[in-house]
């Protein structure tokens, strides 16, 4: 399904910030897990970070210490801080989230990071 709203997706310099945003207005449950995935091209789609119960966060090897995701104080969004990009960065960024065992998705939004 596609249920959550992405923004900020763009095109950025190496080196240079950018910030993703995603809301899930439509969901009132409890959202327990928030997450952003990227697919390149060419490439499966990879888990790049995500925030759960307690904001405990967890991070892929290739951003850790780069992109910070944090939770909104709703608790239906979620930011994705991306600092110093990499051309390596670039690909379609997904937003994500699990409500009472069901997955949702956002429909994607494209970071590239060229000079």
């Known amino acids: 399904q596609v249920r959550l709203v992405e923004s900020g997706g763009g095109l950025v310099q190496p080196g240079g910030p950018l910030r993703l945003s995603c809301a899930a207005p439509?969901?009132?449950?409890?959202?327990?897990?928030m997450a952003w995935y990227r697919q390149a091209p060419g490439k499966q789609r990879e888990l790049v970070a995500d925030i759960r119960t307690g904001d405990r966060v967890n991070y892929a090897d290739s951003v850790k210490g780069r992109f910070t995701i944090s939770r909104g104080n709703a608790r239906n969004t979620a930011d994705l801080q991306m600092n110093t990009l990499e051309p390596e960065d670039t690909a379609v960024y997904y937003c994500?989230?699990?409500?009472?065992?069901?997955?949702?998705w956002g429909q994607g939004t494209q970071v590239t990071v060229s000079s």
């Open positions: 439509g969901i009132l449950s409890t959202i327990r897990v």
């Open positions: 994500y989230c699990n409500v009472a065992g069901h997955d949702f």
